[in-house]
């Protein structure tokens, strides 16, 4: 099990267990057996009664599944609606991102003007030493010409 998952686990079992009994009941036994099999046990995980759950820390992970939990438990059909179309605007604008991201015609495009900035700027450029004996004829031509 993903050490993330058992972490959100331990987390959503403390949150439900907040829960009025009448709530706590809509959750079926086998999920919440799931969760307890699955929590990390090492980790400890509080939240304050008093203060409002949105002012708590709560992983990415376990705001997933209690996200999941309303919506196959708790919503109701129009909240189920509007859920599920906030759902797929994020995975589109997800989609989005990824797209932009790692556009496959613009790889390569970023990668010839990345190949272009090193060749132009921290590669050295290569000075070829005259030889020898190329001195000496040019020196002997500059002689004659004079």
Do not use: C, G
Request: glycine letters at 0%.
């Amino acid at each position: 099990m993903n050490e993330k998952y058992a972490k959100a686990y331990t987390e959503v079992l403390e949150i439900i267990n907040h829960f009025s009994l009448e709530e706590y009941s809509k959750i079926p036994e086998q999920k919440i057996k799931f969760f307890k099999e699955n929590q990390d046990k090492n980790y400890i995980y509080k939240i304050n009664p008093e203060i409002d759950l949105e002012k708590q820390y709560i992983s990415k992970e376990a705001e997933a599944v209690l996200v999941k939990l309303f919506k196959d438990y708790f919503a109701t059909e129009k909240q189920k609606n509007i859920l599920e179309n906030l759902l797929k605007q994020n995975q589109k604008k997800l989609e989005e991102f990824k797209r932009d991201k790692y556009n496959p015609n613009d790889i390569f495009k970023n990668n010839q003007s990345k190949n272009d900035k090193i060749n132009n700027t921290l590669m050295p450029t290569i000075i070829e030493k005259e030889k020898w004996y190329t001195k000496i004829l040019k020196f002997f031509k500059s002689i004659l010409k004079k």
